[in-house]
């Protein structure tokens, strides 16, 4: 497969700057704060990053609002010091990707601000506007009354953030662009130049946030949008032919085979396999049986084999901690679960301790029920939780109040702790390239009303037992790994087993 090599046995972890570390005090987490904890990170077992958006913006959602495509928030630090992050991380074998927004910006950009002018000029068609104060179209929402111009424009999201114009697959007004025109030929342009700009500063590739957003009246396979993605990709690529992508899709046929990216999230949508894996009540990981999830799982894996990756993530900053679902026994499973099926697993800051879903948090810089997945890192035992050493009442978000909120300080001692496991678990990937990336699948039990799965990744077996009671496996061998207990052939309650 003709993907970056060294996604083969990457791992990535995921990290809200807000949230992560506070190296000044200020109550917000920065990138120095990011910087001291790559240690941490590389023993944690993950070698690559992927970093919430760290640019300039109002925050009115989370930092998915950007004014400045290419300045580091001023809260978070400097360019410089996100070019040193990119240094030591590499220094340590770990690769950094940063977060592309590229279907809207915040309503503060330049760009929009001279869009919004009544004169014409060179961002008039930047943004999707109508040609009347008082228009649109039914599939969209449109914004009025807020610009001089004679016109509404499209969000892509909230109502801070301005659809960019990248064209219509389809033209049906007047004021539309067709996906050749070249205004938005100049739009695809300005986002590959700041794709360049990082990269050629060390950085290792992008997130695309709603990579599949782009082109407005797309066809059914999002074939307007796709291609401009396999174009511009692959200009990145000559130039930087290491870089990685990966794309927030969920559909690996359209991302993977079509767009040309090179991973692609399996998201949390209700009644995937992801879903149907992790959180539905019906949940495989909830001590049912796994049928459900493998009949979509291998579906995708079908199609991604020969073109990319899917990337499973342990969670997100958008949906509710995975620890909201699962006990800490059943934790160990998924992760022993994710982090041993093909692809390249994301696993989200906080899970690897079981960081909880804080839900009754009031919203923060347009989080809602996201915000509650998006509270301080826990360290240790200390003020903040070791977060930072400020002012308590001033962090970005309060930390977990609770008595026994768990910390890595605390698990790091315990060989019986989840984190313990979750090293345990990357490190055995990390020595078996069959438990990797490209490492081959299949599945060899997987029955309706059964818990038991056992799948095969090149010559080793591995088997899961999510139920409360023990199974009979009818295997045999000397385990090279578990969690739980095996014996005889008999997979305990909540246990794993590779042989
Ligand atoms: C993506 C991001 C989410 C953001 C939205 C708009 O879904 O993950 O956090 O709010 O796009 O950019
Ligand atoms: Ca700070």
Known sequence: MNRPAWLRDAVFYEIYPSSFSDSNGDGIG???????????????????????????????????????????APRYGTNEDLYALFREAHALGIRVLLDLVPGHTSEEHPWFIQSGQAERNEYSDRYIWTDFWIKGTPDHPYIGGETPRNGTYMLNFFKCQP???YGWAKVTEAWQTPADAPAAKATRDAMADVMGFWLSQGCDGFRVDMANSLVKADDENKSYTSALWKGLLN????????????AEWGWPK????????????????????????????????????????????????????????????????????????????????????LFT???????????????????????????????????PMQ??????????????????????????????????????????????????????????????????????????????RGALTLAVNPSDGPVQTGLSGAPLFQLGTFERGELGPCSFVVL
Not at 351 to 356: A, K, S, V
């Open 30 to 72: 920065d990138v120095n704060g990011i910087r001291r904890k790559l240690p941490y990170v590389k023993a944690l077992g993950c070698n690559a990053l992927w970093l919430n958006p760290c640019f300039d913006s109002p925050f009115k959602d989370g930092g998915y609002d950007v004014r400045d495509y290419k300045l580091v």
């Open 163 to 165: 659809a960019l114009n």
């Open 235 to 246: 200009e990145m690529r000559a130039k930087y032919p290491e870089a990685a992508f990966v």
């Open 254 to 337: 359209q991302a993977l085979c079509l767009a040309d990216f090179d991973m692609d999230f399996y998201l949390d949508h209700p009644g995937n396999g992801y879903n149907r894996l992790v959180r539905s009540p019906d949940a495989y990981l909830k001590g049912n049986d796994p049928v459900a999830f493998v009949k979509d799982y291998l579906d995708r894996y079908e199609v991604s084999r020969e073109a990319g990756y899917i990337s499973f993530i342990t969670g997100n900053h958008d949906t509710p901690r995975i620890s909201w679902y699962l006990s800490e026994e059943r934790l160990k499973l998924a992760y022993a679960l």
């Open 341 to 375: 099926l093909p692809g390249v697993p994301f696993l989200y800051y906080g899970d690897e301790i079981g960081m909880r879903y804080l839900s009754t948090l009031p919203t923060k810089e347009g989080g809602y029920t996201r915000t509650g997945s998006r509270t």
């Open 379 to 456: 360290w240790g035992t200390g003020h903040n939780l070791g977060f930072s050493p400020g002012d308590p009442q001033a962090l970005y978000l309060p930390v977990d109040p609770a008595a026994d909120a768990p910390t890595v300080a605390e698990q790091e001692r315990d060989p019986a702790s989840l984190l313990t496991a979750v090293k345990a678990v990357l490190a055995l990937r990390h020595r078996q390239p069959d438990l990797q990336a490209d490492g081959p699948l299949s599945i060899l039990h997987a029955k309706a009303g059964d818990p038991l799965l056992v799948y095969r």
